[in-house]
């Protein structure tokens, strides 16, 4: 069963989405506040394969509370909501781990898009654990299992979340190759995505501050302008 944790403190809109969700087959677990929810996710027998969180809540907010469950786990999709529109909302919590955000009001379509391409992303991570020919790529120091989904750097493991493993995996079958950011988003988040093209731009600045020695000064993920990014590995 698809399990979903969803965290909102607004009664009406936490049923219009459990409704929703539960319509199409997964299976909810309600929270009305991040204190809530955080206790649900420790105590739970079986795990969950999303969290869909609200931003603005009393107590711990959804920015708190997606930063805990991150801390948790590498592999949950999370996506914010929020009724906000300012960009740093949105770019805020997709720094601290969230994997896309929805801006209130969004239509039962849109929910269920977000949910659905999300929850395929999750269940590509729960790969066969069988050998495979060619399951590791190296590119210098880099060193991407693509069986166990890991990235190491030297002897150090990096932890990504399944967004950023497909991001860093499309780099690596493709080195030295301006890839833009039509192709990044339509390669990680599908074509059908409804979002904006920057959620490629925040999850490449993530990926720079787990990467790169001065994120700000990258040598490995750089940008080209104009066009997008690409992985150097004429380091």
């Given amino acids: 069963m698809k399990r979903i944790l969803i965290v909102e403190d607004e009664v009406a809109i936490r049923e219009f989405e459990c409704i929703n969700l539960r319509r199409v087959g997964y299976e909810i677990v309600e929270a009305g506040s991040g204190e809530e929810a955080l206790e649900i996710y420790d105590s739970a027998a079986e795990p969950f394969d999303i969290a869909l969180l609200d931003i603005s809540m009393p107590g711990m907010d959804g920015f708190a509370l997606c930063k805990e469950l991150r801390k948790r786990s590498a592999s ?100 030295d190759t301006a890839l833009d950011r039509t192709d990044i988003l339509n390669k990680v988040w599908g074509a059908s995505f409804f979002g904006e093209e920057k959620i490629v731009d925040v999850n490449i600045r993530r990926l720079r501050m787990k990467i790169e020695d001065d994120p700000s000064n990258p040598a490995h993920l750089v940008t080209v302008w104009g066009m997008g990014y690409k992985w150097n590995t004429q380091v």
């Fill in 76 to 175: 949950l999709g999370i996506i914010m909501l929020t009724a906000r529109t300012q960009e740093m909302d949105k770019i805020s919590g997709l720094m601290l781990g969230a994997d896309d955000y929805i801006t209130k009001p969004f239509s039962p379509t849109e929910l269920l898009a977000r949910v659905d391409s999300l929850y395929r992303r999750v269940e590509m991570q729960k790969v066969s654990t069988a050998p495979q020919q060619n399951d590791e790529i190296k590119l210098g120091e880099f060193s991407l299992n693509l069986r166990r989904r890991t990235l190491t750097k030297g002897i150090k493991n990096i932890e990504l979340t399944q967004v950023e493993f497909q991001i860093v995996e499309y780099f690596f079958q493709n080195p």
